[in-house]
């Protein structure tokens, strides 16, 4: 069974870095693209960021853009969003999900993206606060 487990959320101030972790289990990590999306309380969700089957493409939406970076470590079927610079605006709890190598990173940025979110984990909460 498909499984996610996001960690490394906390409490930052604005210009600090935090990175985040997503554990995988019951597949291989050439099964599935992955993203990382996150969500707040009355915001519809948003993809921040994806990798691609072989880690070649790496595609980030426009409000985090050159400040975040998602990377990946395959034996240990472990990916990783490193994030920099961070503004109260940030702040959510970011997912991890699991996404078909049809459909690839390229959707997940379009308007009804988060369709193409197949499966994804409880989640970690960031905040950034003074």
């Known amino acids: 069974q498909l499984q996610l487990v996001e960690s490394g959320g906390g409490l930052v101030h604005p210009g600090e870095s935090l990175t985040l972790s997503c554990v995988g289990s019951g597949f291989r990590a050439d099964d599935y693209v992955i993203a990382w999306f996150r969500q707040t309380p009355g915001k519809e969700r948003e993809v921040v960021s994806c990798?691609?089957?072989?880690?070649?493409?790496?595609k980030y939406s426009d409000s985090v853009k050159g400040r975040f970076d998602i990377s990946r470590d395959v034996p240990r079927k472990t990916w990783y969003l490193q994030m920099h610079s961070l503004q109260p605006e940030d702040s959510a709890v970011y997912h991890c999900a699991a996404v078909s190598p049809v459909n690839g990173c390229t959707p997940l940025f379009r308007p009804d993206g988060e369709r193409y979110l197949r499966t994804w984990g409880q989640g970690t909460l960031v905040t950034v606060s003074s």
């Open positions: 990798i691609g089957l072989s880690g070649q493409m790496r």
